[in-house]
């Protein structure tokens, strides 16, 4: 079945960069984008960034432009996300989900990772 | 930014009932609206994309419908597992894609 499964917790100063991976598995890795999706504690979605595997291409929230780095790696199917100069207002939990090619929605999503921002 | 405003906040519905989610976004989507599905402590699943396709395994409890700038999640005879936060997303014109604020729907 289609999965993506997530790294572990991580715990960053503010100022930091944290990196949280997405390694997918069922399908062919290339054929759908990925995605990432935060939620602050007790708070809605928001979209972060899209990668496509198959040629890199990005497309990223206005918001962190220039703070988010998206990429990929076909040898191990998996996803990347790097998140620089973190602030407290960055810890929440963090999503990756596979992107349709069609259609920019996501399905499935993975487990999710917590980012705690804190000094 | 295309935002797209959910109603109620809150909506109390004892099982078996109806219950009926409202989207509405600020200029027409056509039919490129998503609803997903969050219970507690869990990942969001994707319920409805195109306005009104069930994803894969979804009971056919659950309803899509509408385009432009409006848009209903019906959830019919609810049950246990159905009460949790809904969703709806636009995909018509990214970047960004963009969220509601979300729908609880919580036993009456």
Avoid: H
Avoid at chain 1, 50 to 71: D, V
């Amino acid at each position: 079945q289609v999965q993506l499964v997530q790294s572990g917790a991580e715990v960053k100063n503010p100022g930091a960069s944290v990196n949280v991976s997405c390694k997918a598995s069922g399908y062919t890795f290339s054929s759908f984008g990925i995605s990432w999706v935060r939620q602050a504690p007790g708070r809605g979605l928001e979209w972060l960034g899209w990668i496509s595997p198959y040629n890199g291409n990005t497309k990223f929230a206005r918001s962190l432009q220039g703070r988010l780095t998206l990429a990929t790696d076909a040898s191990t199917s998996t996803a990347y996300m790097e998140l620089e100069t973190l602030r407290s207002d960055d810890t929440a939990l963090y999503y990756c989900a596979r992107t349709d090619i069609f259609g920019v929605y996501f399905d499935p999503w993975g487990q999710g990772t917590l980012v705690t921002v804190s000094s | 930014e295309i935002v797209m405003t959910q109603s109620p906040a809150t909506l109390s519905v004892s099982p078996g009932e109806r219950a009926t989610l409202s989207c509405r976004a600020s200029q027409s989507v056509a039919s490129s609206v998503a609803w997903y599905q969050q219970r507690p402590g869990q990942a969001p699943r994707l319920l409805i994309y195109g306005a009104s396709t069930r994803a894969t395994g979804i009971p056919a409890r659950f309803t899509g419908s509408g385009s432009g700038t409006q848009f209903t999640l019906t959830i019919n005879s609810l049950q246990s597992e159905d009460f949790a936060v809904y969703y709806c997303q636009q995909y018509s014109d990214w970047p960004p894609v963009t969220f509601g604020g979300g729908t609880r729907v919580d036993i009456k």
